[in-house]
């Protein structure tokens, strides 16, 4: 389905050449006396990034995309295996496309999977999750120049947390930076 560039805002997806991409950014913008749009797109398939100049009377396709929460079951060697937990299917997803969220994820979490027919093109983790320490030394009282300390979670990742955080504790891990949020 054909869309005028006008109607592309930050979030569409649209097909150009043969690629997926959505929108990150939309501006309008008058040059003399001509309107142009100034759009900066996401490639779904390689994260590459690409910003792009129409005229307002182009055309785009519009992708259609399927958006599915999903829930994480295991990882091994092929991949990253999902479920739906409606009809109980099970995908698997390649090992290069989790890339930096699979360090938190937790068998059992339940992330958005986009879908272009078959083709998996991304993975939306929660804002944040809550993980469980299982490895930290132990703070100094009064320690509070050095401003943290490394803590590894149940998943593998290691984030930074002030020195009163213990082996044991939940906390609230943001997921897009990989910084602690708080206990949980």
């Not at 259609?64 to 997803?93: A, C, N, R, W």
């Not at 390649?94 to 986009?114: C, D, H, Q, T």
């Not at 590894?152 to 930074?160: C, K, R």
Request: with cysteine; charged share 30%; aromatic share 10%.
């Amino acid at each position: 389905m054909s869309i005028s560039i006008t109607e592309v805002r930050a979030g569409t997806t649209v097909e150009l050449g043969g690629k997926i991409f959505k929108c990150l950014e939309y501006n309008h913008i008058k040059w003399a006396q001509q309107a142009r749009v100034r759009a900066k797109f996401k490639d779904l398939r390689t994260g590459a990034i690409f910003e792009r100049t129409f005229n307002v009377d182009e055309k785009v396709e519009r992708a259609h995309i399927e958006y599915k929460p999903m829930q994480f079951l295991y990882s091994d060697g092929e991949g990253f295996h999902f479920m739906d937990p409606e009809s109980f299917e099970q995908i698997t997803v390649p090992l290069k496309k989790m890339a930096e969220i699979a360090k938190f994820l937790k068998e059992g979490f339940v992330v958005n999977i986009s879908f272009y027919g078959e083709e998996v093109l991304d993975l939306d983790l929660p804002a944040s999750v809550e993980l469980k320490v299982t490895e930290t030394s132990p703070g100094f009282k009064g320690d509070t120049v050095s401003g943290g300390k490394p803590a590894t979670l149940e998943t593998g990742a290691v984030v930074q947390v002030p020195f009163f955080v213990n082996v044991g504790d939940l906390l609230k891990i943001d997921t897009r930076e990989g910084k602690y949020l708080g206990r949980a």
